[in-house]
């Protein structure tokens, strides 16, 4: 499967985003997504997981209650509603797709190209 992530920019603190992530291909919906994302000089970071069905997530606790991830099946599309965001959310941001799901990069077969989003203050 392919990924394609988009939305991402510049915005102040405070502000929100939605980031999208178009799947190529016809078994979007037997994966796990996730969304990741790695500030500049830091080391890749989990941020939001969803279950095939799109019944489950899970957040890292950094974005819990403010990003929300969901997920189209019928448009092979997997969102990250991001609320309130804080400079420190200033990263470029990956999906990504697996089998199995999880908090952990190692799991995830498949990763879009990312998508910089920067918050000023």
């Known amino acids: 499967v392919q990924l394609q992530a988009s939305g991402g920019g510049l915005v102040q603190a405070g502000g929100s985003l939605r980031l999208s992530c178009a799947a190529s291909?016809?078994?979007?919906?037997?994966?796990?997504m996730g969304w990741f994302r790695q500030a500049p000089g830091k080391e890749r970071e989990f941020v939001a997981t969803i279950r095939r069905s799109g019944g489950s997530t899970y957040y890292a606790d950094s974005v819990k209650g403010r990003f929300t991830i969901s997920r189209d099946n019928a448009k092979n599309t997997v969102y990250l509603q991001m609320n309130s965001l804080k400079p420190e959310d200033t990263a470029v941001y990956y999906c990504a797709a697996g089998p199995i799901g999880g908090s952990s990069d190692k799991v995830y077969d498949y990763w879009g190209q990312g998508t910089l989003v920067t918050v000023s203050s």
């Open positions: 291909g016809r078994t979007f919906g037997s994966y796990v």
